[in-house]
T-cell receptor, first 115, second 113 residues
Framework: GAGVSQSPSNKVTEKGKDVELRCDPISGHTALYWYRQSLGQGLEFLIYFQGNSAPDKSGLPSDRFSAERTGGSVSTLTIQRTQQEDSAVYLCASSGWTGLNTEAFFGQGTRLTVV | AQKVTQAQTEISVVEKEDVTLDCVYE???????LFWYKQPPSGELVFLIR??????QNEISGRYSWNFQKSTSSFNFTITASQVVDSAVYFCALNTNAGKSTFGDGTTLTVKP
């Protein structure tokens, strides 16, 4: 696609429910990243996929969070038993290669509100 | 551990004023890249510039300029003759490990007409 696409753009869920956030990266991009942006704060790294390598999950805040990337393309971030502190904007990004000099292309994010 | 500090949470200027956004970073790595991203109200972060740790040349691109000083671990961003369209949140980021950028908390810039 022309850019990184995320869905839904907004999600309101009740505390305790599970949610799935979807990211469709730029076609051909091998690297995919998930970040979380809480109100007034910077981006918090969550997870990183590169090609067929095992993902770097070091940023996932708890075992309620998981992510997968199917076929090296679309990724789904799942949050189980959502808590109010999970409320944030979840940003997905992709890049065509991975290196220190690689800039990321971001989607518009999914705003998650847990009530 | 890596850290990026953007001390200015919010800045408000009047159109045509010059404005500088500060970024200070911490790392023990000798090889790294620094980035600036712009996040307009639409929410999508847009890459502006990158600079590697061995290149302290300042850069100018139109109304934008960047000042990288390794001695003070700073990578500041200046907008000359600001415009309303420059209103956004600006993030400074540090890459020391491919795939895992460290971002600052962002500076919200408001340019008033």
């Amino acid at each position: 696609g022309a850019g990184v696409s995320q869905s839904p753009s907004n999600k309101v869920t009740e505390k305790g429910k599970d949610v799935e956030l979807r990211c469709d990266p730029i076609s051909g991009h091998t690297a995919l990243y998930w970040y979380r942006q809480s109100l007034g704060q910077g981006l918090e790294f969550l997870i990183y996929f590169q090609g067929n390598s095992a993902p770097d999950k070091s940023g996932l805040p708890s075992d309620r969070f998981s992510a997968e990337r199917t076929g090296g393309s679309v990724s789904t971030l799942t949050i189980q038993r959502t808590q109010q502190e999970d409320s944030a904007v979840y940003l997905c990004a992709s890049s065509g290669w991975t290196g220190l000099n690689t800039e990321a292309f971001f989607g518009q994010g999914t705003r998650l509100t847990v009530v | 551990a890596q850290k990026v500090t953007q001390a200015q949470t919010e800045i408000s200027v009047v159109e045509k004023e010059d404005v500088t956004l500060d970024c200070v970073y911490e790392t023990r790595d000798t090889t790294y890249y620094l980035f600036w991203y712009k996040q307009p109200p639409s929410g999508e972060l847009v890459f502006l510039i990158r600079r590697n740790s061995f290149d302290e040349q300042n850069e100018i691109s139109g109304r934008y300029s960047w000042n990288f000083q390794k001695s003070t671990s700073s990578f500041n961003f200046t907008i000359t003759a600001s415009q309303v369209v420059d209103s956004a949140v600006y993030f400074c980021a540090l890459n020391t490990n491919a795939g895992k950028s460290t971002f600052g908390d962002g500076t919200t810039l408001t340019v008033k007409p």
